[in-house]
C-alpha cells in the first residue's frame, strides 16, 4: 500500500452537533455580523448625543435597509449562482408607475395595480433569464441593456399614458395599513422583509433546492450532470429577482403615496454593495441570507442613519468604499478558514 | 448467459458536428466486472466519445446497446437513469459545498411535507461518509467538512462512491488520475479495483499508460477518431501501447528505420540535415 501513513483512522461521526465557536467563525455571516457590530457600536458612541440611539434614529435605517434587503436577497442569490442583475434600478421606478398609472390614473382596485406591477418584474426577470441562458452574454452586459431598455420605456409609458414622469397614488386604507402603514415608526415594509428573510433562509439553506443555487455558481457544468434544471433555475432566479424589486415597489408607492420614473442608479449599487458585504463571494457559489442581511443593515446605517451622530455626512460614502474594500479582503480570508478546516481528531 | 452480455455496446458509431468527422466507426462493449480502458493522445476523439456515451452527444450513425437492447439517449439525466455515471478530471465536486451536500447534489434526501421538505443534513451526512469509507478513503469523517479542503484523489473517491452508491451500473471515469501525483493516482486506481470488485463496469478514459495497464482487463486505443486497436490484458506491452498512442504503426516503422540506420552506420543515429 502505498499511502498508509495518510489514513489515519478517527471514530466515525460524521455529524457534529455541537455548538463550537470555530463553526461560528467559519460561517460566512460572521465577517458581516462583526462588521455591523463595529459601525453600529462607532454609530453610537458618536451619535449618543444626537439621537442615534432613539426611536426615529433606529427606524430611519431600518425603514431603509427593509426595501434595500427585500431587493439585495435575491441579488445575492444570483450573485451565489454566478451571475449579476443590475436591471434591478429600472424595475424598481417601472413597479411604482406601473401602480400609480393603473391604480391612481385609471382607478382600479389596487389588486390589479399590484398583480400588473408584480408581473411587469417578472416579465423584465424571465427576459433576463432567458437571454442569459440562451445566449453567450454576461449576465452584467445582459442586465445594463435591459437596465436602460426599461427605464426609456418607463419614461416613454409614462408621458404616454398620463403625460407626466411623476404621479401621486393614495392606496385604500387596508392596502395602505397593510403595505404601507406604520408601527411605532416601523414601516410594513420591515415586517415584510422580515418574513420575505424567513422564506429565503429556508430556501437557500434548508430546502434541497438551496443546493442547486450553489452548486450553479460552483460547477456549472457538473451542476447540469448531476440532473440539475440549470437553465430553469437560472430563470427562475432571475425572475425571483425582479419580482421581489417589483414587490419593493409595491411597498414603497404605497408607503409614500408617490412614484417616480427616473431610474433609480443608486439602488443598483447599494444592493451589490450589501451583498458583497455580506460575504458573498463575488465569482459565486458562497454565501448566506443571514450575511447579505447584515450587510444591508451595516449599508443602511452608514448612508441613513449619518446625519444622527456627530460624523460628517459626507464622509458617508467614504466609509462605504472602505468597508467593501474591507469585505471583499475579509471574505477570501474566511473563504480559505472554511475550505481548510477539519474537525480536530480525536486521538 | 447474462453474465456474458456486455452492459454497454457500441456497435460502429460515428459521430459528426456538421461536415466534420469525429468518430468513425467506433465499437467497443464492456461487461460487469470489467473495466475498458481507452487510451489516446490529446485530440484523439476521447471527449467526444464520453459525451456521446454519456448521452450529451447522440450517435449520427450506429447502435448503442444496453443489456443487448438499442438505446437513445436525450441527455445526460437519460443515461443516468439507466446507470450510466460520468465521473469527470475534477471530480465534478463543489468545493465550497459540504461533503453531505455534494454527494447528494441533484437528488437531496428530504424530512417533512409538501412546500416544508427540508434537505435532511444529518441523513445525508452520515450516508456520505459511510459510503466513502467503504470505498476505503478512511480520512473523511464528518459529513460538513467542505470539498475544497479535500485532496484531488478525495475527490474523485467521492464522485465514485456518489455514483456507484446511486446506482451506476456503468462507470465512465475520464482522466481520474491527469491532475494527480503518484500516490494519489494509487488512490483512485485501488477505488476503480473496488468498483470493478462490486460487479461495475467501468471505462476508464486516460492516456498514461501505466495507470491503465494496472486496472484494465481490456484495452482499446483511440487515433484521429478511430479504434486503432483492441486488445485484453497482457497481449501487448506497455511500449507497443505508448507506441500505438504516439501514432500508431508509423512510429513502430519509424523506430525500425532508425534501427536499420544504425546497423548500417556503425551504430550512429541518422544526423538531421539543416
Known amino acids: ?347 | 448467459m447474462s453474465a456474458k452480455q456486455p452492459i454497454l455496446e457500441l456497435r460502429n458509431v460515428d459521430k459528426s458536428f456538421g461536415p466534420i468527422d469525429v468518430l468513425h466507426e467506433i465499437s467497443i462493449k464492456v461487461r460487469a466486472g470489467e473495466v475498458l480502458c481507452l487510451l489516446g493522445d490529446n485530440g484523439a476523439g476521447k471527449s467526444t466519445l464520453i459525451k456521446t456515451l454519456a448521452g450529451v452527444h447522440q450517435p449520427t450513425r450506429g447502435e448503442f446497446l444496453m443489456d443487448g437492447q438499442p438505446v437513445t439517449f436525450g441527455n445526460p439525466k437519460e443515461a443516468q437513469e439507466r446507470g450510466i455515471a460520468t465521473v469527470h478530471q475534477f471530480g465534478g465536486t463543489y468545493p465550497l459545498m459540504s461533503v453531505g451536500r455534494n454527494f447528494f447534489m441533484g437528488s437531496e434526501p428530504t424530512k417533512g411535507f409538501g412546500p416544508f421538505k427540508y434537505f435532511d443534513r444529518a441523513k445525508a451526512n452520515r450516508i456520505a461518509v459511510e459510503e466513502v469509507q467503504k470505498m476505503g478513503i478512511t480520512r473523511i469523517t464528518d459529513g460538513d467538512r467542505l470539498v475544497g479542503g479535500l485532496s484531488g484523489g478525495e475527490r474523485q473517491s467521492l464522485a465514485i462512491a456518489r455514483a456507484v452508491y446511486f446506482g451506476a451500473r456503468v462507470l465512465i471515469l475520464d482522466e481520474p488520475t491527469a491532475a494527480l501525483g503518484v500516490k494519489q493516482a494509487a488512490h483512485v486506481l485501488r477505488i476503480v479495483n473496488e468498483a470493478k470488485k462490486r460487479g461495475l463496469a467501468v471505462i476508464f478514459i486516460t492516456h498514461q499508460v501505466m495507470h491503465a495497464m494496472a486496472v484494465g482487463d481490456h484495452f482499446a486505443v483511440l487515433i484521429r477518431g478511430a479504434i486503432a486497436a483492441d486488445f485484453r490484458k497482457g497481449e501487448k506491452t506497455r511500449e507497443e501501447i505508448a507506441d500505438l498512442m504516439a501514432g500508431g504503426e508509423s512510429m513502430a516503422e519509424l523506430e525500425a528505420n532508425i534501427e536499420v540506420y544504425q546497423q548500417t552506420h556503425d551504430g550512429h543515429v541518422p544526423q538531421m540535415s539543416a
Open chain 1, 1 to 347: 500500500m502505498t499511502d498508509q501513513s495518510s489514513f489515519e483512522s478517527s471514530p466515525v461521526s460524521p455529524v457534529s452537533r455541537s455548538f463550537s465557536f470555530s463553526s461560528l467563525l467559519r460561517s460566512p455571516a460572521s465577517g458581516a455580523f462583526m462588521g455591523f457590530a463595529v459601525v453600529f457600536i462607532l454609530f453610537s458612541i458618536f451619535g449618543f448625543g444626537r439621537n442615534f440611539l432613539s426611536v426615529p434614529g433606529v427606524t430611519t435605517w431600518v425603514n431603509y435597509a427593509s426595501l434595500v434587503g427585500i431587493i439585495a436577497i435575491p441579488v445575492g442569490f444570483l450573485m451565489i449562482s454566478g451571475e449579476l442583475d443590475i436591471s434591478t434600478g429600472a424595475v424598481l421606478p417601472a413597479s411604482t408607475m406601473t401602480v400609480a398609472i393603473v391604480c391612481g390614473h385609471y382607478q382600479m382596485p389596487i389588486m390589479v395595480g399590484i398583480v400588473a406591477a408584480l408581473s411587469v418584474g417578472a416579465l423584465i426577470g424571465f427576459v433576463n433569464g432567458y437571454i442569459v441562458t440562451h445566449t453567450q452574454v454576461p449576465s452584467f452586459i445582459v442586465t445594463l441593456a435591459t437596465l436602460f431598455a426599461v427605464a426609456g420605456l418607463t419614461l416613454y409609458l409614462s408621458i404616454f399614458f398620463i403625460n407626466n414622469t411623476n404621479s401621486f397614488y393614495n392606496a385604500p386604507a387596508f392596502a395602505k395599513a397593510l403595505l404601507g402603514g406604520k408601527f411605532y415608526g416601523f414601516n410594513s415594509s420591515v415586517f415584510w422583509w422580515a418574513g420575505l428573510v424567513c422564506v429565503f433562509v429556508f430556501f437557500l439553506h434548508y430546502s434541497p433546492k438551496g443546493s442547486w443555487v450553489f452548486a450553479l455558481g460552483g460547477d456549472q457544468e457538473s451542476a447540469r450532470n448531476a440532473g440539475i434544471p440549470v437553465t430553469k433555475l437560472k430563470i427562475g432566479l432571475f425572475m425571483l429577482c425582479s419580482t421581489a424589486t417589483a414587490f419593493a415597489g409595491v411597498l414603497q408607492v404605497i408607503t409614500f403615496n408617490s412614484a417616480t420614473s427616473q431610474a433609480n442608479f443608486g439602488l443598483i449599487f447599494n444592493t451589490i454593495i450589501s451583498v458583497v458585504v455580506g460575504g458573498v463571494l463575488l465569482t459565486g457559489g458562497f454565501g448566506t441570507v443571514m450575511g447579505i442581511v447584515f450587510g444591508v443593515l451595516t449599508l443602511s446605517i452608514v448612508t441613513q442613519a449619518i446625519g444622527f451622530t456627530e460624523i460628517d455626512r459626507n464622509l458617508s460614502f467614504l466609509i462605504i468604499g472602505v468597508m467593501l474594500l474591507i469585505a471583499v479582503l475579509m471574505n477570501d480570508t474566511f473563504r480559505k478558514l472554511a475550505t481548510s478546516w477539519s474537525k480536530p481528531s480525536k486521538k
